[in-house]
């Protein structure tokens, strides 16, 4: 019983240092996102990455509306608006209709987005395949626990936090 309360205060530690880890771990991949856009004489808008996210979506699947930007990410849709206007004013998206639908507005990049939506691509390649390299060495059935284990967590996050979270990002 002592064994497993220790254990279990030892996750609750870990878990918490991985949060604040991920913290400077976010910080230092924004930051390191714009010197690699400055290298390659793109002005990036704000700090938000949440916005190279968007050009993310808008070129994985473009022509998309705001509709679909909006159930892609889970985002509110003030704040895909307010992203997308800042986006079009900086020029990194276009707006288009399509020739049977008048009404509906579509996104796509503009050659500066796709620029950046290269650059991003190119970024979460390379640390995908860090992360490959970091799991090689656990079994298959270490890694459905760890799996099942990040599912969970996702899920608890997911449904507890969601509401404060959802009301933060409208």
Same mark, same amino acid.
């Given at each position: ?113 796709? =620029?950046?939506?290269?650059?991003? =691509? ?49």
């Amino acid at each position: 019983m002592e064994f497993q309360k220790h254990l279990k205060g030892h996750l609750y530690e870990q878990y918490i240092r991985m949060l604040h880890l991920n913290e400077l771990y976010t910080e230092h991949e924004s930051n390191l996102f714009r010197e690699q856009a400055q290298k390659h004489q793109i002005d990036m808008l704000s700090n938000n990455i949440t916005s190279v996210h968007v050009m993310d979506c808008i070129g994985d699947h473009e022509p998309i509306n705001h509709t679909g930007i909006v159930r892609k990410m889970k985002l509110s849709k003030g704040n895909v608006t307010n992203i997308t206007s800042k986006l079009l004013e900086m020029d990194f998206i276009r707006r288009s209709q399509l020739n049977n639908n008048r009404k509906e507005i579509y996104f796509s990049l503009t050659d500066k987005g796709r =620029q950046v939506y290269h650059l991003h =691509q190119k970024m979460h390649k390379e640390k995908e395949e860090k992360f490959y390299q970091f799991i090689e060495s656990y079994t298959e059935a270490e890694l459905q626990t760890i799996g099942k284990f990040i599912s969970d967590l996702v899920a608890r996050v997911e449904t507890y936090y969601g509401q404060e979270v959802r009301g933060v990002l409208q």
